[in-house]
């Protein structure tokens, strides 16, 4: 797959397809980290906690295919649990980010997983990143069992660095070529059948969620 | 449990083992709601024993009775280097362990012209002050730290760290069972005996019904915020009143129901009286870090009131209804910042909004972690209502200079080979330091409110809003040549009336955070002085070997300004007077016309 094209002209004119990812994963483990290295090319040691989520997107050319990539990058913290499916339903692809010095973290990753396998999208494609191989002087998470753990479950896997960059254009290039684009273009016809034409076909559809969600109150206004 | 523990304190005391208190009993001035001024009542006694002889009655660790008697070894230090001083001065003081009482109002009070009172602390009392700050405690170098390293610079002290207790103002939260929540310094879990000790005494005075407010050592003040389940203490060595930090005790509280709500934390505790709360808090730590340490050295917590941008008032307007146009339909406010200075904000007619639900909301932004994304997150304003959460969505806006072929979509062309990821269009956006913030009640509503930034930062830039608005940034900070008054160094001017301030540029020597903060902690003393007289007061100064800083009370303003501590106080009064005049013909200080919707 040719994957170095640039952006010109044939492909400016091109509708690129949107395909709606989630970050997830224990609080601390480069989840932003990641995806500001992807975004911006940008990486900050000491990155404040994600306070809910943060959304960005991503243009990229894949083949002769624009994507662009709308992002998810959730908060780790037991508190925004409840808010998590949300950002996961709609997804047609997930990352999900353990830190290979923070055996715990894997274990973290896991219930995502599992809790993905149960309620997300059945054609999700889901990527299983160790982050911060920099550390690998620390290391507590042998690379072997991560891929065996993600080669059981069918996930993508890779170790990488925000920090340095080590493999994250690959995470997201790996997963970008496993995108059933077919469906999702099959998908956003009937969609857009439906709803006229709206321009923000298959995009993470908060509008979707339950609203019996734990909140401690709805406000009053 | 707890009467166990009186009982047992009790029975201590007749046994004579209350000498030797680690505190020094003898200046232990307690309040508490019910009685209000008991001045070492047996009570009180008790409780200094509980502090100090707890290892004895309950299972609170030997390094909990370390840092007592480390307490005590500054205590002691301070107290020799203080009679040195009043040796030195006068001998009024020596067998008084009393360091402050310089400032007792006794000393203070001389009555002047016009009903007007004046408090004037002479050279030799700020001295005392100065040197007791500078001599005993912590040496400070965090001003232009992070919160995350702050805390890992201090997160793993413990009791038994000799620094812990050499900082100048420790905050606890624990929950009403005991449990830790937050400490400032140090690691919450290896804190959990003093919890226990702190939950001790708290219970001590629950028995019978009454409320532990505040503990008067000769070096320390201990102050309390019950509200259950959530206990608030707050031990300072800073001079700064029960009621000022008391105060600090609510912005801590609030912060936390701004993460919870009121009604998920009394869920929890109501269903796992032993919840450790940290779980649900983690990520909020610095938010609190932030706050405490913004209370020495950001005036917004003193004044009570919003830091305003200032700009030309066709311009903020202009901004108002521009914001106004293109806001979504469902918000409750919509908010311009210019980092913590207030831009403008829109809001339904009927709806107020309070400076400490902002000073939440600008504490929040001002994380990194909001920088160069989209946010959505779920939080409470609490004097909104505590009950609910609101959804905020917050974006620093970017200044771009707009093609030809207009795409509303700002976002960058990017291929995935990792040569060069950003794309030529990219570079002419440029990041600013002005956000925006729309707060929502519908969580789904977020797509909604992007779009609204969309075109909202792109009218801006069709405008040249934020082109004008990064221009005039110089300009925006008063600068105190302005005046063209001599010997002027700093002045803050409130608006009673809009709750809100403006504060002159730092200039030297208020440049150096450490003059800052004294200058602050001058402008507290005098706050809590004209705040806390009976008397309708209006005007009082302070001289000390640094400055002379005044403050004038009116029904609608307050001005604090600070002079070379070489012109006399008569010469100061006047320009204050000129200052007040020329404040009042400013009509670009505050934003008095808000877009209501
Ligand atoms: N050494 C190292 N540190 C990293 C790496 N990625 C993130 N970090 C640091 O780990 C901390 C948490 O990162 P953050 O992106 O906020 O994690 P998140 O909570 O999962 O979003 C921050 O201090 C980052 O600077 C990495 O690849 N290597
Ligand atoms: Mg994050």
């Given at each position: 797959?040719?994957f170095?094209g640039?952006n010109d002209?044939?492909s400016a004119n091109?509708?690129?397809?949107?395909v709606?990812?989630?970050?997830l994963g224990?609080?601390?483990?480069?989840?932003?980290?990641?995806?500001l290295?992807?975004?911006?090319?940008?990486?900050?040691?000491?990155?404040?906690?994600t306070?809910?989520?943060?959304?960005?997107?991503q243009r990229?050319?894949?083949?002769?295919r624009?994507i662009k990539f709308?992002?998810?990058?959730t908060?780790?913290?037991e508190?925004f649990?409840s808010?998590?499916?949300?950002?996961?339903?709609?997804?047609?692809?997930a990352?999900?980010v353990?830190?290979?010095?923070?055996p715990?973290?894997?274990e973290?990753a896991k219930t995502?997983?599992?809790?993905?396998?149960r309620?997300?999208?059945?054609?999700?494609?889901?990527?299983l990143?160790g982050n911060?191989?920099d550390?690998?002087n620390?290391?507590?998470v042998?690379?072997?069992?991560?891929?065996?753990y993600?080669?059981e479950n069918?996930l993508?896997?890779f170790?990488?660095?925000?920090?340095?960059g080590t493999n994250?254009?690959e995470?997201?290039?790996?997963?970008?070529k496993?995108?059933?684009?077919?469906?999702?273009?099959?998908?956003?016809?009937?969609l857009n059948s439906?709803?006229?034409?709206q321009?923000?076909?298959g995009?993470?559809?908060?509008?979707?969620?339950e609203?019996?969600?734990q909140?401690?109150?709805?406000c009053?206004c | 449990?707890?009467?166990?523990?009186k009982e047992?304190l009790?029975?201590?005391e007749?046994?004579?083992?209350s000498?030797n208190?680690g505190?020094?009993l003898s200046?232990?001035?307690?309040?508490?709601s019910?009685?209000a001024t008991s001045?070492?009542s047996t009570t009180?006694?008790?409780i200094?024993n509980a502090v100090?002889n707890?290892t004895?009655?309950?299972n609170?660790?030997y390094?909990?009775s370390d840092?007592?008697?480390d307490?005590?070894?500054?205590?002691e230090?301070l107290?020799?280097?203080k009679?040195?001083l009043s040796?030195?001065?006068?001998?009024?003081?020596?067998q008084?362990?009393?360091i402050?009482?310089n400032?007792?109002?006794?000393?203070?009070?001389?009555?002047?012209e016009?009903?007007?009172i004046e408090?004037?602390?002479?050279f030799g009392?700020?001295?005392n002050?100065m040197?007791?700050?500078n001599?005993?405690?912590?040496d400070y170098?965090e001003d232009?730290?992070?919160?995350?390293n702050?805390?890992?610079?201090?997160?793993?002290?413990?009791l038994?760290?000799s620094?812990w207790v050499?900082?100048?103002?420790h905050f606890?939260?624990l929950s009403s069972?005991?449990?830790?929540?937050?400490?400032?310094?140090?690691d919450e879990?290896?804190l959990?005996s003093?919890?226990?000790?702190?939950?001790a005494i708290i219970s001590f005075y629950?028995?019978?019904?009454d409320?532990?407010?505040?503990?008067?050592?000769?070096t320390?003040?201990?102050v309390?915020?019950l509200?259950t389940?959530?206990?608030?203490?707050c031990?300072?060595?800073?001079?700064?009143?029960e009621?000022?930090?008391?105060?600090?005790l609510i912005?801590l509280?609030?912060q936390i129901?701004?993460s919870?709500?009121?009604v998920?934390?009394?869920k929890?505790?109501?269903?796992?009286v032993n919840?450790?709360?940290?779980n649900?808090?983690s990520?909020?730590e610095?938010?609190?870090?932030e706050?405490?340490?913004k209370f020495?050295?950001?005036?917004s917590?003193?004044l009570?009131?919003i830091r305003?941008?200032?700009i030309k008032?066709?311009l903020r307007n202009?901004?108002g209804e521009l914001?106004n146009?293109y806001?979504p339909k469902?918000?409750?406010y919509?908010?311009l910042?210019?980092?913590?200075k207030?831009?403008?904000?829109?809001?339904?007619?009927k709806?107020?909004?309070h400076p400490?639900?902002?000073?939440?909301i600008?504490?929040?932004?001002s994380s990194t972690?909001?920088?160069?994304?989209?946010?959505?997150?779920p939080?409470?304003?609490?004097k909104?209502?505590?009950r609910g959460?609101?959804y905020a969505?917050v974006?620093y806006?970017?200044n771009?200079k707009?093609?030809?072929?207009?795409d509303?979509?700002?976002n960058t062309?990017?291929?995935l080979?990792?040569e060069?990821?950003?794309?030529?269009?990219?570079?002419?956006i440029?990041?600013t330091?002005v956000?925006?913030t729309l707060?929502s009640?519908?969580?789904?509503?977020?797509?909604?409110?992007?779009?609204?930034?969309?075109?909202?930062?792109m009218?801006?830039?069709k405008?040249?809003?934020?082109?004008n608005?990064s221009?005039?940034?110089n300009?925006?900070?008063?600068?105190?040549?302005d005046f063209?008054?001599?010997?002027?160094r700093?002045v803050i001017?409130?608006?009673?009336?809009?709750?809100q301030?403006i504060?002159?540029k730092r200039?030297?020597p208020?440049?150096?955070p450490?003059?800052?903060?004294r200058?602050?902690r001058?402008?507290?003393f005098l706050?809590?002085?004209?705040?806390?007289y009976?008397?309708?007061?209006?005007?009082?100064y302070?001289?000390?070997?640094?400055?002379?800083s005044?403050?004038w009370?009116?029904?609608d303003?307050?001005?604090?300004a600070?002079?070379s501590p070489f012109i006399?106080?008569t010469?100061?009064?006047?320009?204050?007077?000129l200052?007040?005049?020329?404040?009042?013909?400013?009509?670009?200080?505050?934003i008095?016309?808000?877009?209501?919707f």
């Amino acid at each position: 797959m040719n994957f170095s094209g640039r952006n010109d002209a044939a492909s400016a004119n091109m509708k690129p397809i949107q395909v709606k990812l989630v970050l997830l994963g224990e609080s601390a483990v480069g989840k932003s980290s990641i995806v500001l290295r992807f975004v911006n090319n940008e990486y900050q040691d000491n990155k404040e906690p994600t306070i809910g989520a943060a959304f960005l997107t991503q243009r990229c050319k894949l083949d002769d295919r624009i994507i662009k990539f709308e992002i998810w990058d959730t908060a780790g913290q037991e508190r925004f649990h409840s808010l998590a499916p949300m950002y996961y339903r709609n997804a047609q692809a997930a990352v999900i980010v353990y830190d290979i010095t923070k055996p715990a973290s894997l274990e973290k990753a896991k219930t995502w997983v599992k809790e993905l396998q149960r309620q997300a999208n059945p054609n999700i494609v889901i990527a299983l990143v160790g982050n911060k191989i920099d550390l690998a002087n620390n290391r507590s998470v042998p690379y072997e069992e991560a891929e065996a753990y993600a080669n059981e479950n069918g996930l993508l896997f890779f170790e990488a660095s925000a920090k340095t960059g080590t493999n994250i254009i690959e995470v997201f290039t790996e997963l970008a070529k496993k995108i059933p684009y077919e469906q999702i273009l099959a998908n956003n016809k009937t969609l857009n059948s439906r709803t006229n034409g709206q321009g923000d076909n298959g995009r993470v559809n908060l509008n979707e969620s339950e609203n019996n969600n734990q909140d401690g109150g709805q406000c009053n206004c | 449990m707890s009467n166990l523990l009186k009982e047992n304190l009790k029975k201590q005391e007749k046994d004579g083992l209350s000498s030797n208190a680690g505190l020094n009993l003898s200046n232990l001035v307690f309040y508490n709601s019910g009685n209000a001024t008991s001045t070492l009542s047996t009570t009180s006694t008790t409780i200094a024993n509980a502090v100090v002889n707890s290892t004895s009655t309950s299972n609170i660790s030997y390094s909990n009775s370390d840092t007592i008697s480390d307490i005590r070894g500054i205590n002691e230090r301070l107290i020799r280097n203080k009679s040195n001083l009043s040796n030195s001065s006068s001998s009024k003081y020596t067998q008084s362990n009393k360091i402050f009482d310089n400032f007792s109002l006794d000393n203070l009070i001389s009555p002047v012209e016009n009903s007007d009172i004046e408090y004037t602390s002479d050279f030799g009392n700020e001295d005392n002050l100065m040197k007791i700050y500078n001599s005993s405690i912590y040496d400070y170098d965090e001003d232009n730290m992070s919160p995350y390293n702050l805390r890992k610079k201090y997160g793993n002290e413990d009791l038994t760290s000799s620094n812990w207790v050499k900082h100048r103002k420790h905050f606890f939260i624990l929950s009403s069972a005991g449990k830790p929540i937050y400490s400032r310094y140090g690691d919450e879990s290896k804190l959990s005996s003093l919890m226990g000790v702190i939950q001790a005494i708290i219970s001590f005075y629950d028995v019978d019904n009454d409320e532990i407010c505040c503990i008067n050592t000769s070096t320390h003040k201990i102050v309390f915020l019950l509200k259950t389940p959530l206990y608030l203490v707050c031990v300072s060595q800073t001079n700064e009143t029960e009621e000022q930090l008391k105060l600090q005790l609510i912005y801590l509280y609030n912060q936390i129901l701004f993460s919870l709500t009121s009604v998920q934390l009394t869920k929890i505790f109501h269903d796992r009286v032993n919840f450790d709360l940290r779980n649900l808090l983690s990520g909020t730590e610095i938010y609190m870090d932030e706050l405490s340490r913004k209370f020495s050295i950001d005036a917004s917590f003193l004044l009570k009131a919003i830091r305003s941008f200032r700009i030309k008032n066709e311009l903020r307007n202009s901004i108002g209804e521009l914001l106004n146009t293109y806001r979504p339909k469902n918000i409750l406010y919509g908010i311009l910042t210019y980092n913590d200075k207030l831009i403008n904000i829109i809001k339904p007619k009927k709806q107020n909004v309070h400076p400490l639900d902002i000073h939440l909301i600008i504490n929040m932004i001002s994380s990194t972690s909001f920088r160069s994304v989209e946010s959505w997150s779920p939080i409470c304003l609490p004097k909104y209502n505590s009950r609910g959460f609101l959804y905020a969505y917050v974006c620093y806006l970017n200044n771009y200079k707009l093609s030809d072929t207009e795409d509303s979509n700002s976002n960058t062309n990017t291929n995935l080979s990792s040569e060069s990821p950003i794309s030529p269009d990219s570079s002419k956006i440029m990041k600013t330091d002005v956000c925006l913030t729309l707060l929502s009640p519908d969580k789904n509503a977020f797509f909604e409110l992007s779009n609204c930034k969309k075109k909202i930062e792109m009218i801006f830039n069709k405008n040249d809003i934020l082109k004008n608005l990064s221009k005039i940034i110089n300009k925006a900070e008063l600068d105190i040549a302005d005046f063209g008054i001599p010997h002027l160094r700093h002045v803050i001017y409130k608006s009673t009336k809009y709750l809100q301030f403006i504060e002159t540029k730092r200039l030297p020597p208020y440049d150096e955070p450490s003059s800052y903060r004294r200058l602050l902690r001058s402008y507290k003393f005098l706050e809590s002085k004209i705040h806390g007289y009976k008397k309708n007061l209006k005007f009082c100064y302070m001289l000390g070997k640094n400055e002379l800083s005044l403050l004038w009370v009116r029904d609608d303003f307050e001005l604090y300004a600070s002079f070379s501590p070489f012109i006399s106080k008569t010469i100061a009064y006047n320009d204050l007077l000129l200052i007040e005049k020329w404040f009042k013909k400013q009509d670009n200080l505050f934003i008095t016309t808000s877009q209501v919707f």
